[in-house]
């Protein structure tokens, strides 16, 4: 029996190069071979953009075309919409009573969350919600709706992993076994950097390249791509090591990957050109999914329908999963 895989994406905007190569190339290869979940996880996006939800309702759709581009293969993959599936909801309300307040203030993902909330809006404890620092309890129900074993991940979501755990052992000891341990499955890519060096790439920070972007966006994103700052006139010697436009190159694997390196040590490739090379690439590369694109955007009710299919299938375990867990408490009122 093949083993089962979940793993969710917020939709709060489009794919970047950070996701597809930190975390979307991967799931292309494990819904080869496992029972694959992918859930657009709309609710848990809602707890940061409570107070935008037109956002995220926009952004289902956006989401869904870009991993439908990429590869994600509705034949192979069960694609679903979190809100969409009641029971993950119901699930929540139960795990909330297993889990203590000040175990979800020491989680150290939401810990850096609130910090990096504090930084931006101030000190005000009130800007904490509970709905916020209650998602991990949320993702343990997305997780364990679907029996998944694996989960992919990045790292800095493995103290969410570690938490759904510790829920899954503290339910199955008071109310008998019932759920799976998740495992998490760490991603093989480390974090991909942004255009300007930054350690992550993101939409805040405006160094992101979107698998939508068309040609002009990308010529102008790599136009101003930073390189090494040693490097002032054309025929200077530089180290592509601190260039980011020989990261992208070697990012996309561009097949001249070692005559760029050379000829960037030896001072005989310029950057204008060296950056050119890129564009040319980067276009080359994202132009199979750019197509995907048009069509997708061109067939919305095809999308609704993948959509839709995968959310009656993945709602079928659920359903399972949350009478199970009805029994074994012992609150199914079949007989008073
Ligand atoms: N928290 C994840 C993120 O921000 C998204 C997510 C939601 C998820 N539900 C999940 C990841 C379940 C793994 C499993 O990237």
Redesign the pocket.
Known sequence: MKKTI?????PTGNLHLGHYFGACQNWLKLQNDYEFFL?I?DV?ALTDNFDNPEKVRKNVKELSIDLLSIGIDPKKTRMFI?SKIPEIAELTVFYSNLVTIARLYRNPTVKTEIAQKKALFGNEGESVTYGFVG?PV??AA??TAFH?EL????E??LP??EQCREIVRKFNHIYGETLKEPEALLSPTPRIKGLDGNEKMGKSLGNAIYLADDEETISKKIMNAKTDPEKIKKDDPANPEICMVYYYHKLIKNENLETVCKECKAGSRGCVACKKELIEKMNEFLSPIREKRTYYLEHPEEVKQILEDGTKEAKKKAENTLSSVKTSMNINYEEL
Request: glycine share 14%; proline share 4%; net charge negative.
């Open positions: 979940l793993t969710g994406i917020r859930e996880a848990q979190q998602y949320s993702q997305d997780i998944g989960i992919p991940v990045g800095d979501q969410l992993i």
